[in-house]
């Protein structure tokens, strides 16, 4: 059994009260708390200050590029899907500059675990406008404010269909923690927006302006049902929904590759003999 | 062209009892199934050629001997049933033209078509019959003489050799999104995907395709992608990502004419100094250029190897004028074949205490372990690292990593490389250079100049690090020459800048070819005749 300890990474270079601790705090508490030893797992995480976030734990990294974390994760999932593939990354790397690797990670239901560090903001580049930002949103690149309107992950995850759309809220620790507990065991692709203040440069979405807003979904609430999880998604303003928002039990992409179905491909076995005999009948073809 | 709906289009095929290695000018059988290929071919028909047409379908009628009216619509209709059939009545007189006989067609007949029914089978053997009949009872002019059948020879074209080079290497990824002319290497690997347990991923854009193989091989399987020069644009960030994760990737890259969309289905070697220099930051790379699909088959073999030993990008630059081509052979020699897993096993691993990913060596190869596979972690970034593969700002490591990168494993990798091919004269007064495609054309036509000149070419498909001289002092042979001429599908001489970058020689002739389309025999030699006078 792991402790925190065993867990314990890089000193963190993130602002004193940024929002990225208490995510740090509860994703390694679930793990902790679900047995995984940091050895069993992997997270690719891509640029800005959520991409730093495997270096402040331990486990196996692939700090890749900007936006790139989806394909990364793809691929090692697909090379190894015995091993949890987990992919960090911020609103402006996963929404904006990686925004159609989302849409397509989502469509094949890779059985990757996506969170999202969503501070409406960019912080690692002080400061402009994310796609999540608020309109209106006035920064020092967006002197006439945000004039685009605001991208709702959530809606568009339930629109394509992804198998599990939840959102959390790094002031609420226990939710959040039972949240990636619930994405980490969905088998399919998960998504986890996670309302994460940026106390430096998102003067607008504060942890004040989260604890007004945000509510747990009602237990009544049945996250399967894709219309219902619709209008949930749509929820924003005075009340915003945190939670499970939509989930669905379609069959994952490494379900559905024949190839795959006995052994993992780090798993099967390649030898020069195997492959010649192999090749000696492909050769045949060609006469 | 592409041209899906149809519409004039041409393939060109050659015959010949000596090998042969390149496509000539002087065509002795056109067929023309359509108005455009008499107006645009017959004036390409040799001495004793040829023009087979249907002055029926076609409407229109033609005098002069070289001209031979045979009714295919008729023939295919009459005997097959269906219009269809027309391009199997044409195969058939071709052969009856040719003196062979039709039981070879017969049996591909039966192999492309059996699925289809007898129904359909027996009625192209019909018509196939018809057309070999009419040929051989009304062509006055067929005087062709043709070699006895040989034996059976493997057919392939580079694309397919590329991926069988892949699978013969254990390539277990192959992730990729659709470009010509490289989309035949990812359909080969998709139809044997089963057999060779291959994962073929048609990825989102070429952002992912690249990606998705470093994810793969960081993992700890062998991956590829494989693109056309816009495609690789789209990939450079990645190939970038590849060398500061030291993440083994092989990247094909068929060539066509650029900037942007350029000529699509057409031929260029306009990208071997893009290859060479993409990427930001200063990092190792091997490009490999094949000019046949034996070639390419053991290059791509030569490339996981060392993209694994080395842990670093390696390119395999073909284009499209291989890419269409098809070559014959007796078969390939599977005991070039090697496959060596440069990847840290369980064992090696065992007595290790502390793994770090990026450990400090003297060669500079860190050993690479699986995650996931032991307790190791291991741990990488795009960002520079220590050698735990935590990111790191200090000068001194900084330093050390470039060093460790670059210089360390540089002189290595350029060990690995062998020597250009040297065929021709031996002491010879002439010498054509090229890479890549231009091998078959330039060995023809060495072939043809020898005759009456001393003449050699070398042939460079291990491009980068550019070979040393000490295996073959290519240098001191084109210094003993007198003439010296570089022959490249491009418009700026980008190998003869290589070299003179890399070696201080300059070629005393150049020869370019940026039209889009490949040399043939006759064309090359008059180009060179033209310097020699």
């Known amino acids: 059994m792991p402790t925190l300890d065993d867990y314990k990474g890089q000193e963190p270079a993130w602002c004193p009260g940024c929002g990225n601790f208490p995510i740090l705090r509860a994703f390694k508490e679930a793990f902790v708390e679900m047995d995984i030893e940091p050895h069993q797992f992997l997270i690719v995480s891509g640029i800005g200050q959520s991409g730093k976030f495997p270096h402040y734990l331990k486990c196996n990294t692939f700090n890749g590029l900007h936006g790139r974390t989806l394909p990364v994760a793809t691929g090692a999932r697909l090379a190894n899907h015995e091993m949890l593939v987990v992919a960090v990354a911020g609103d402006g790397d996963c929404y904006g500059e990686g925004g159609n690797h989302l849409m397509h990670a989502i469509r094949r239901n890779i059985g990757v675990k996506l969170f999202v560090h969503d501070n409406q903001i960019y912080g690692l580049t002080k400061g402009q406008a994310s796609p999540t930002s608020m309109e209106e949103m006035v920064t020092k690149n967006q002197p006439f404010g945000v004039l685009s309107e605001q991208l709702n992950p959530m809606a568009l995850a339930v629109a394509l269909d992804c198998s599990f759309v939840a959102r959390g809220y790094a002031g609420d620790h226990e939710h959040l923690k039972g949240l990636i507990k619930t994405a980490v065991n969905h088998k399919g692709f998960s998504l986890v927006d996670i309302f994460q203040p940026c106390v430096t440069f998102n003067r607008v979405n504060t942890y004040a302006w989260y604890s007004q807003r945000v509510y747990h979904i009602e237990d009544d609430y049945n996250p399967e049902d894709r219309v219902a999880a619709f209008q949930k998604a749509l929820e924003w303003g005075d009340r915003i929904p945190i939670g499970v928002i939509y989930r669905n039990n379609r069959p994952t992409f490494e379900e559905r590759v024949p190839v795959i179905n006995e052994l993992t491909l780090v798993k099967q076995p390649v030898s020069i003999e195997g492959l010649k005999s192999k090749l000696r009948k492909t050769i045949k073809e060609f006469f | ?533």
């Open chain 2, 1 to 533: 062209m592409s041209r899906v709906r149809g519409g004039h289009n041409f393939y060109q095929m050659r015959v010949s009892d000596k090998e042969i290695s390149a496509s000539r000018g002087p065509v002795d059988i056109l067929v023309a199934l359509d108005s455009d290929s008499i107006s645009s071919h017959s004036k390409e028909l040799s001495a004793i050629g040829v023009v087979v047409y249907d002055s029926a379908a076609l409407k229109e009628k033609h005098d002069g001997s070289q001209f031979f009216d045979v009714p295919l619509l008729d023939l295919a209709l009459k005997n097959g049933g269906d219009k269809i059939m027309v391009n199997t009545v044409a195969t058939g007189t071709v052969l009856g033209m040719l003196g062979l006989g039709t039981d070879i067609f017969l049996d591909i007949l039966r192999e492309i078509l059996g699925k289809k029914g007898e129904a359909v089978l027996s009625a192209n053997a019909n018509a196939a019959r018809a057309g070999h009949e009419f040929a051989g009872r009304e062509c006055l002019r067929c005087e062709f003489s043709t070699p006895a059948i040989g034996t059976k020879k493997m057919l392939i074209g580079i694309n397919e050799a590329v991926g069988l080079g892949a699978l013969a290497s254990g390539c277990k990824f192959y992730s990729a999104y659709p470009m010509t002319p490289s989309t035949g290497i990812m359909l080969y690997i998709a139809s044997k995907a089963k057999e060779f347990e291959v994962i073929v991923e048609q990825a989102e854009d070429e952002i992912a395709a690249i990606n998705m193989a470093l994810g793969a091989s960081f993992a700890g399987i062998r991956a590829m992608t494989g693109t056309s020069g816009g495609g690789f644009a789209l990939m450079v960030e990645g190939l970038s990502l590849a060398a500061m994760t030291e993440t083994p990737i092989v990247i094909a890259l068929a060539q066509r004419p650029g900037p942007a969309t350029g000529l699509p289905t057409r031929t260029e070697q306009g990208d071997l100094l893009f290859a060479l220099h993409a990427g930001h930051g200063e990092f190792p790379r091997v490009i490999f250029a094949p000019g046949t699909p034996e070639q390419a088959f053991l290059l791509t073999n030569k490339a996981f190897d060392l993209a694994q030993k080395y842990q670093i990008p390696v390119f395999i630059l073909i284009d499209q004028y291989l890419s269409d081509s098809q070559w014959t052979y007796d078969g390939f020699n599977l005991n070039k074949l090697t496959l060596t897993d440069w990847r840290a096993t369980e064992s090696e691993l065992e007595g290790v205490k502390d793994y770090k990913r990026h450990f400090l060596t003297d060669h500079g190869i860190s050993p690479f372990a699986r995650p996931g596979t032991s307790r190791h972690l291991v741990v990488t970034d795009s960002d520079e690292h220590d050698e735990d593969g935590h990111l790191i700002e200090d000068a001194a490591t900084r330093v050390q990593m470039v060093d460790k990168r670059l210089f360390r494993k540089m002189p290595l990798i350029r060990s690995e490389i062998t020597p250009p091919v040297f065929y021709g004269n031996s002491r010879p007064d002439i010498i054509l250079t090229g890479w890549g495609s231009t091998y078959g054309i330039m060995k023809e036509a060495v072939n043809i100049l020898s005759e009456t000149t001393k003449v050699a070419m070398l042939h460079f498909s291990e491009i980068f690090p550019f070979p040393s001289s000490q295996e073959l002092d290519y240098l001191e042979i084109l210094g003993k020459a007198n003439m010296t001429i570089i022959v490249e599908q491009n418009a700026s001489s980008q190998f003869a800048r290589l070299m003179k970058t890399e070696t201080g020689f300059e070629f005393t002739g150049k020869i370019n070819r940026y039209d889009g389309r490949p040399f043939l025999v006759e064309e090359l030699l008059g180009e060179i005749s033209a310097y020699i006078g």
